[in-house]
C-alpha cells in the first residue's frame, strides 16, 4: 500500500476547509441526493463526496456505506488530491497503491474506484467518486465525463454553500 502525500498546497486546502466549514457533521440535502444519484447511474453500491482533512477522510455526503470518516492514510481520495483529472482504479488488488489497504483487505472491500476532483477557489479539497465491492473491465470516456459533470455539481454547491456562510458574516460557519 502507497499513502499519497501531502500536496504542496496542504495548509491553503486546510484552511479553506476550515474557512467554510465543510467540515461540519451537517448534511446537504443536494450532496446527499447527488451520491444517490451517481451510485445509481454508475450501477455501484457506493457513492460520496469526501473531503481530505489533516488526518482523515471526511464524508460530507455518502450513499452504501455507513461511517462519516475513514484514515487518510488508507483514502483513495487523497490520491486524487495530485491528479488534475478523475483517477480510475478498476482492480485494486491489482494497484500497488492499494494491495494490502485495509479498505480492500477488509470491509468494505474496495474493487474499483473512480473519484473525480472537487475544487474550490482553485483548491482540490476531495473528490466525488463512485465505489464497487467488483473489480470492473473498464471505464470509458462516457463515464469519465459523466463523473466530471457530477463533481461540478458538487462544485457548484460548494459555491452557493460558501457564498452563504460569507453572508451570515464572520464567526459562522
Known amino acids: 500500500m502507497i499513502c499519497a502525500p501531502y500536496p504542496e498546497d496542504e495548509a491553503w486546502r486546510l484552511a479553506t476547509l476550515e474557512r467554510f466549514g465543510l467540515l461540519s457533521e451537517s448534511h ?20 460520496a463526496v469526501s473531503f481530505i482533512d489533516r488526518e482523515r477522510q471526511f464524508f460530507k455526503a455518502i ?22 483529472e478523475p483517477m480510475v482504479v478498476l482492480d485494486a488488488r491489482e494497484d500497488e497503491r ?6 480492500v483487505v477488509d470491509a468494505p472491500h ?13 483548491v482540490c479539497l476531495g473528490s466525488l467518486c463512485v465505489i464497487d465491492h467488483r473489480p470492473r473491465a473498464d471505464f470509458d470516456d462516457g463515464q469519465i465525463r459523466m463523473l466530471k459533470g ?24
Open 28 to 47: 446537504d440535502p443536494f450532496l446527499d441526493a447527488l451520491t444517490v444519484t451517481v451510485a445509481r447511474a454508475f450501477h455501484a453500491p457506493i457513492s
Open 63 to 84: 450513499t452504501g456505506l455507513d461511517v462519516r470518516e475513514t484514515a487518510r492514510s488508507c483514502s483513495f481520495c487523497a490520491h486524487v488530491l495530485w491528479w488534475p
Open 98 to 103: 492499494f494491495v494490502g489497504n485495509p479498505l
Open 110 to 122: 474496495i474493487r474499483f474506484y473512480a473519484g473525480a476532483p472537487v475544487y474550490l477557489r482553485g
Open 150 to 173: 457530477a463533481a461540478s455539481a458538487v462544485e457548484e454547491r460548494l459555491i452557493q454553500m460558501t457564498a452563504e456562510a460569507q453572508a451570515l458574516g464572520p464567526g459562522t460557519p
